[in-house]
């Protein structure tokens, strides 16, 4: 059911058994599994089911460090949350990731094996069309070769979730709207907790909408799943019995803000055939996967490196790459979608062999025939009449032969690789969410953001570039170019992130280093648990989307455990 | 001694160069032989960008100035032409182990990194070479 917050009253509020302040990937999920179970939840949700400026103006915030995208513009504040532009792409960590890693990862409280159970399940909330992840799997069901590397480096595979189905919001609005144990509360806004006298159990949370409404919701169990820089904001906002915020005792809260830096990092100049079709975003088995290439566990181990993803992005010829992109090339997909309500003859042909050239796309490279037609080929033969078209026809099956041939052949060079690094960054304390002294339209502090990186994670970058550089000479592929420089302090101006807030109420076995236990929950308070990104040690050689699904699934379970035995 | 007139050596030197014309493998094999001689020779026709070539030697020469010496090259290029004489430093022969030499240095980590680019400690080396006793 959902309820407009801003049309009630505090008598209309029902008390649930499981609170839950926020509306994205990890709330929804959690929500959604408690479909038709005795529990009874509430979800809060800051936005309606739109964007919209005021209430996103809520996530503005300062920062310093290193650059990184406006607070604001890194996320999206209504229901799904940031599942509204999430690009899909999915892999589960591996079982290093939960391990202790010397300098360069902390070992979580919890192993892959507490994970592992709950990937599938998470992997059909995410919309993930296989749970396999063997490269061997995908390798086997793919037109396109792995590159041939000695064991020492790993490929692994991403799949990409269709983007039909990455909406979380409009995925299971329909299921909340039926669900008689569910109320979704839209432009409801958490802007403080408050607990017992001793701080051991959180009685209620404080809302307010931007119409000004106030009102509190009580619970016997809370879960903030308000993302990587909203959790935290809000245990260190809620001040009335700790000054220094909720579950911050050992000053942790915020602490150990990570992303998933990238930039553009090398070039390869290929000295003979590249297969790179298996490093772009193709499909295999039906499904859209990429490849990415890394160090294998035993030589990043030995090396003392954080883990660091190289993707491959092959440099097409301008015209390639202006035609693939071309409007004319999408007003032709939308005709091959049109398909089925009946097109002349020609139109039927010429969609059948589009359709089939969308398979071949991603093995095009630089100085080939045009995959496609060039646009003002189809831009003619959209405006023509039935004679033209035949005409037209013909130099469009010209194109497509003479690719089809280079295709064959396997003869098309390869102008240049460019090389993407994707670092997993040692946990850094000085990385952090604090608050600052700004205030939002609902007079709650805003959140500043610190963005910090340590001088390892360049180094890792640096040295497994050289060693990837090192290993493709060895396999007569080509040579690799480093394109930034050396200095450890010194982060490239392309440095972006994948909009993944991770770490900042981190699981940790010792309330000391963390936040939340193995359980989810906040030390010392029993009845306060965070789900999302945030509580992730650290990032990880996966996506976050499909781990913090998994870690929410599990949380469920616990809740639904926990409400049973105290029934 | 068998006396040969002026005429007649010239009349033979024609037939045998006439042999041999005609077969583009033995033209080949000529060319290689009468350019033969040394390892820098060989280096010289393998890298016919010789400008790309010097520099990136020059490069390599100066993060590794105790190579700045043409006889310190040849010592660690000694595998390149393991033997003497012009059989060993055929340009087609250099090449082939300046090839696997390189691919095995980039095996076993034996790389330089110059403005970025990660090469073979040979092929850098090489070009080394050529820098310092290129005219």
Redesign the interface.
């Known amino acids: 059911v959902f309820v407009d917050a801003r049309t009630v009253t505090e008598a209309d509020i029902v008390d649930s058994d499981v609170c839950i302040v926020g509306g994205g990937a990890a709330g929804i999920a959690l929500a959604v599994e408690m479909i038709g179970t005795p529990v009874r939840v509430g979800l809060l949700e800051s936005g309606g089911m739109q964007f919209d400026a005021q209430t996103q103006d809520l996530y503005a915030g300062g920062q310093d460090g290193l650059r990184y995208f406006p607070l604001d513009a890194s996320r999206l504040r209504y229901f799904g949350g940031s599942t509204n532009h999430w690009g899909g792409m999915s892999r589960p960590f591996d079982a290093e990731d939960f391990q202790e890693r010397g300098e360069v990862g902390d070992a979580w409280p919890i192993s892959i094996s507490d994970v592992e159970p709950y990937y599938a399940r998470a992997g059909s909330v995410c919309g993930v069309a296989e749970d396999a992840w063997s490269v061997g799997y995908w390798n086997e069901g793919s037109r396109h070769a792995t590159l041939p590397l000695r064991e020492r480096f790993v490929t692994r595979v991403a799949q990409q979730v269709p983007r039909a189905a990455r909406n979380f919001g409009a995925r299971f609005e329909r299921d909340l709207e039926r669900a008689e144990n569910v109320i979704v509360y839209l432009h409801a806004n958490a802007v403080g907790i408050e607990t017992d006298d001793d701080v051991r159990n959180v009685t209620l949370i404080r809302v307010a909408t931007l119409e000004g409404q106030r009102f509190s919701v009580a619970g016997r169990h809370f879960v903030l799943a308000a993302g990587g820089i909203e959790n935290p904001r809000l245990l260190l906002a809620s001040t009335s019995r700790r000054p220094n915020g909720l579950g911050n005792d050992h000053d942790q809260v915020g602490r150990y803000f990570t992303e998933h830096p990238r930039f553009e990092a ?1 070039s390869i100049a290929p000295t003979g055939r590249f297969p790179v079709g298996f490093y772009t975003v193709h499909h295999a088995r039906g499904v859209s996967i990429q490849g990415y290439v890394g160090l294998g566990d035993e030589l990043k181990r030995e090396e003392g490196l954080a883990d660091v993803q190289l993707r491959l992005r092959p440099v097409y010829e301008r015209s390639y790459a202006e035609a693939r992109n071309s409007d004319a090339v999408e007003s032709f997909q939308r005709l091959a979608r049109l398909r089925s309500r009946g097109v002349d003859q020609i139109s039927q042909d010429v969609v059948n062999i589009l359709e089939d050239l969308s398979r071949w796309q991603d093995t095009m490279v630089a100085g080939a025939p045009l995959p496609i037609p060039h646009p003002a080929t189809i831009e003619a033969l959209l405006s023509s009449n039935g004679e033209e078209r035949s005409a037209l026809a013909s130099m469009l099956f010209g194109d497509i032969g003479v690719f089809g041939w280079g295709r064959l052949t396997d003869s098309v060079p390869i102008e240049e690789v460019l090389v993407t690094a994707r670092v997993t960054p040692v946990p850094n304390p000085e990385s952090r969410i604090t608050l600052s002294m700004e205030r939002d339209a609902l007079g709650a502090p805003r959140s500043h953001l610190h963005w910090r990186l340590s001088r390892i994670d360049k180094r890792s970058i640096l040295r497994t ?3 990837f ?6 396999a ?1 592929l080509g ?6 420089n050396d200095d450890e302090d010194d982060w490239p101006d392309d440095t972006a992130g994948g909009y993944h807030h991770m770490g900042t109420t981190r699981m940790s076995a010792d309330p000391r280093h963390g936040v939340v236990d193995a359980e989810c929950r906040v030390h010392g308070i029993d009845n306060l648990y965070v789900a999302g990104s945030s509580i992730f040690a650290d990032g990880g050689s996966g996506t976050p989307t499909l781990t913090l699904v998994a870690l929410t699934l599990r949380l469920a379970d616990h809740l639904s455990q926990r409400l049973e035995r105290n029934a | 001694m068998t006396h040969i007139s002026r005429r007649r050596f010239l009349l033979g030197a024609s037939i045998g160069a006439a042999a041999l014309l005609p077969s583009t493998r033995g033209m080949r094999w000529l060319d290689q032989a009468l350019a033969a001689g040394s390892l820098e020779s060989a280096l010289g026709r393998i890298f016919q960008h010789r400008t790309s070539a010097v520099r990136l030697g020059r490069a390599y020469l100066e993060r590794r100035p105790a190579e700045s010496d043409a006889d310190v090259l040849r010592f660690h290029l000694r595998d390149l032409a393991p033997q003497a004489g012009w059989m060993a430093t055929r340009p087609d022969a250099v090449h082939r182990r300046l090839t696997s030499l390189s691919r095995e240095d980039f095996g076993e980590g034996r790389v330089v990194l110059i403005d970025g680019w990660v090469l073979a400690h040979t092929e850098a080396r090489a070009c080394a070479l050529v820098a310092l006793t290129s005219g």
Do not use: D, P, S, T
């Open positions: 090398a570039l050289e060693l550089g090192a290993e493709l000479g060895h007569g040579r690799l170019g480093i394109l930034i």
